[in-house]
């Protein structure tokens, strides 16, 4: 069964840093990615970052671009968040099955497994 659980969301000020956890189990995909959505209340989800578990390649939303940085370790990815701002706010996802195209610039669309979210509140 694959299993993904995020940790290391909270209550941080504008400005400040955070580092996500997602803990991977179950599976051992080869060439496929691994994302970090958020969905703040009233909006739709959407993608930050993802990262290739073949080859570590990345890509980042632009609102993210600069300040985050994604990275993978063994069966942990982590999503290292500087420099946060209020509108970073969201509950924060990791999913992964979604293949990995390297002739499609740009992090896939369409992932199989989600982790529960753990709370992201960027405070002024």
């Known amino acids: 069964e694959v299993q993904l659980v995020e940790s290391g969301g909270g209550l941080v000020q504008a400005g400040g840093s955070l580092r996500l956890s997602c803990a991977a189990s179950?599976?051992?995909?080869?060439?496929?990615?691994i994302g970090w959505f958020r969905q703040a209340p009233g909006k739709e989800r959407e993608g930050v970052s993802c990262i290739s578990t073949s080859d570590g390649s990345t890509y980042y939303a632009d609102s993210v671009k600069g300040r985050f940085t994604i990275s993978k370790d063994e069966n942990m990815v982590y999503l290292q968040m500087n420099s946060l701002k209020q509108e970073d706010t969201a509950v924060y996802y990791c999913?992964?099955?979604?293949?990995?195209?390297?002739?499609?610039?740009?992090?896939?669309?369409?992932?199989?497994?989600w982790g529960q979210g753990t709370q992201v509140t960027v405070s002024s």
């Open positions: 999913a992964t099955g979604a293949l990995w195209d390297a002739g499609v610039v740009g992090c896939p669309s369409d992932y199989d497994y």
């Open positions: 179950g599976f051992t995909f080869d060439d496929y990615a």
